[in-house]
Nanobody
Framework: QVQLAESGGGLVQAGGSLRLSCAAS????????IGWFRQPPGKERDFVAA????????YYADSVKGRFTISRDNSKNTVYLQMNSLKPEDTAVYYC??????????????????????WGQGTQVTVSS
């Protein structure tokens, strides 16, 4: 069993930056794949970025490539999402998720929310224009 808790959201102007944190509790955290998803107001949950279970392999949605960076500190059981050059369309509730499986490494797998076993409560990010 893994519990996840997001933090770091807030209100920022377009062009600004935020860093989100996902703190995890549970055994074998370092072996889990970790993903970030977001849900804009009135829309469905979308993929943002992920760490594969293979060390060093990362995936990003096209909409955030070059602006967002996912990172991981296994010693702290924490995953980060550094968000730069924020746009109003980035406004959403951001969630982190953990996948305990070791599927073939593909963006299709890690961008699918149903493939993740554990989810945090979410943190609100609002970007003003």
């Amino acid at each position: 069993q893994v519990q996840l808790a997001e933090s770091g959201g807030g209100l920022v102007q377009a062009g600004g930056s935020l860093r989100l944190s996902c703190a995890a509790s549970g055994r074998a955290f370092s072996s889990y794949a970790i993903g970030w998803f977001r849900q804009p107001p009135g829309k469905e949950r979308d993929f943002v970025a992920a760490f594969s279970w293979i060390p060093g392999n990362t995936y990003y949605a096209d909409s955030v490539k070059g602006r967002f960076t996912i990172s991981r500190d296994n010693s702290k059981n924490t995953v980060y999402l550094q968000m730069n050059s924020l746009k109003p369309e980035d406004t959403a509730v951001y969630y982190c998720a953990a996948d305990r499986g070791r599927a073939p490494d593909s963006v299709g797998y890690y961008s699918t929310a149903a493939n993740y076993d554990y989810w945090g409560q979410g943190t609100q990010v609002t970007v003003s224009s």
